[in-house]
């Protein structure tokens, strides 16, 4: 499985930022996998944001979760992050991740089995 994460890279402050993960070698509708948004912010540690699972059903992280919206779209074997309301504290790489079980921490990477490269977004006027 390989995904890869596309998006602008530049956000203004109270916009809302919005990245995909393209899917391939695998489909978003395959039994038993999670899809996730982490991200980490320069000079800190990953935070898991959220994911989607194989169903359609979403988990989000609680500090986020009034801003947060993860969807996929099946034709596209696509997965979508939005973010709304962002401020220059959401500047990060982010990054698009699979696993075959719910995890919901980001401790460290070696919990998730797919990785995509990350894309830095910042967020500044």
């Known amino acids: 499985v390989q995904l890869q994460e596309s998006g602008p890279g530049l956000v203004k402050p109270s916009q809302t930022l919005s990245l995909t993960c393209t899917v391939s070698g695998g489909s978003v509708t395959a039994a038993s996998y999670y899809w996730h948004w982490i991200r980490q912010p320069p000079g800190k540690g990953l935070e898991w944001m959220g994911a989607?699972?194989?169903?359609?059903?979403?988990f989000y992280g609680p500090s986020l979760k009034s801003r947060i919206s993860i969807s996929s779209d099946t034709s596209k074997n696509q997965v979508t992050l939005r973010l709304s309301s962002v401020t220059p504290e959401d500047t990060a790489v982010y990054y698009c991740?699979?696993?075959?079980?719910?995890?919901?921490?980001?401790?460290?990477?070696?919990?998730?089995?797919?990785w995509g490269q990350g894309t830095q977004v910042t967020v500044s006027s």
């Open positions: 989607i699972d194989w169903s359609g059903s979403r």
């Open positions: 991740a699979a696993s075959t079980t719910l995890v919901t921490v980001a401790t460290t990477k070696n919990l998730y089995d797919y």
